[in-house]
Nanobody, 127 residues
Framework: QVQLVESGGGLVQAGGSLRLSCAAS????????MAWFRQAPGKEREFVAG???????????AYTDSVKGRFTISRDNAKNTVYLQMNSLKPEDTAVYYC?????????????????WGQGTQVTVSS
């Protein structure tokens, strides 16, 4: 089992920045990928950014088109923590943000492919 705890959400004005953190514990050695998803009210959960690693190598991260150039995902191996730096935030970024991890190294943006999930953290961007 792997446990994930997100933090860093909050209320910010449009154009501002937030940094989300996702700390993993438990059998983290069994996982090879972590991603951030978000879900706005009345909408499906969508992929935001993902990062994969294997044998000490971190692969190029992936982003959904709407956040490219504004969001950056990164990983601190020593802390088993993944971050999502969000800059130039827009009201349409408002959602509950979830981190997720999986054992497989295969690249995927599908929520169903991820094995473990955090509880989510609210991000609200005011106009």
């Amino acid at each position: 089992q792997v446990q994930l705890v997100e933090s860093g959400g909050g209320l910010v004005q449009a154009g501002g920045s937030l940094r989300l953190s996702c700390a993993a514990s438990g059998r983290t050695s069994s996982t090879n990928a972590m991603a951030w998803f978000r879900q706005a009210p009345g909408k499906e959960r969508e992929f935001v950014a993902g990062i994969r690693w294997s044998a000490g190598v971190i692969y190029s991260p992936a982003y959904t088109d709407s956040v490219k150039g504004r969001f950056t995902i990164s990983r601190d191996n020593a802390k088993n923590t993944v971050y999502l730096q969000m800059n130039s935030l827009k009201p349409e970024d408002t959602a509950v943000y979830y981190c997720a991890t999986k054992r497989s190294l295969i690249a995927t943006m599908k929520a169903m492919d991820y094995d473990y999930w955090g509880q989510g953290t609210q991000v609200t961007v005011s106009s």
